[in-house]
């Protein structure tokens, strides 16, 4: 069985001949950030009723991004947010009330407000 010719390590500079992306020396690092507690509800994503039924349903229902939709801009929805964060509760979760299309410029300004919005609480309650 032929194999794959070895190439030059993808880190910028390292010569170092590998059969497919980084040597050892330079391979990326584990990059989920998640919490700890988000980790424990992450399952939930990978259910049949997220899959098959939730995610697809709410995208048809609703095709373009509530957020763009707002200021006028028509683009088409490739995410499915939970208005109000779900933080492990099935019920919340799987509440078709409470989700909203966005593309994914708008859901990761989103995101990114509500981890800041999270962690300045946190900041606060350890400095009393």
Same mark, same amino acid.
């Given at each position: 069985?032929?194999? &794959?010719?070895?190439? *030059?390590?993808? %880190?910028?500079?390292?010569?170092?001949? #590998?059969?497919?992306?980084? $040597?050892?020396?330079? &391979? *990326? &690092?584990?990059?989920?950030?998640? !919490?700890?507690?988000? @980790?424990?509800? %992450?399952?939930?994503?990978?259910?049949?009723?997220?899959?098959?039924?939730?995610?697809?349903?709410?995208?048809?229902?609703? *095709?373009? $991004? =509530?957020?763009?939709?707002?200021?006028?801009? =028509?683009? =088409?929805?490739?995410?499915?947010?939970? #208005?109000?964060?779900?933080?492990?509760?099935?019920?919340?979760?799987?509440?078709? !009330?409470?989700?909203?299309?966005? $593309?994914? !410029?708008?859901?990761?300004? &989103?995101?990114?407000?509500?981890?800041?919005? @999270?962690?300045?609480?946190?900041?606060?309650?350890?400095?009393?």
């Amino acid at each position: 069985m032929a194999q &794959k010719p070895l190439r *030059p390590c993808r %880190h910028p500079g390292c010569t170092a001949l #590998v059969s497919g992306g980084y $040597c050892e020396a330079h &391979k *990326p &690092k584990d990059r989920d950030r998640r !919490s700890a507690e988000a @980790k424990s509800w %992450h399952w939930m994503y990978l259910t049949l009723e997220w899959t098959d039924d939730l995610r697809p349903t709410q995208l048809l229902r609703e *095709p373009f $991004c =509530r957020e763009c939709a707002k200021d006028g801009r =028509r683009t =088409r929805a490739t995410e499915v947010d939970h #208005v109000q964060p779900h933080r492990g509760d099935w019920t919340v979760f799987t509440d078709r !009330s409470n989700l909203q299309s966005l $593309c994914h !410029s708008c859901h990761s300004r &989103k995101t990114l407000a509500e981890m800041r919005e @999270k962690n300045a609480a946190l900041r606060s309650r350890y400095r009393r």
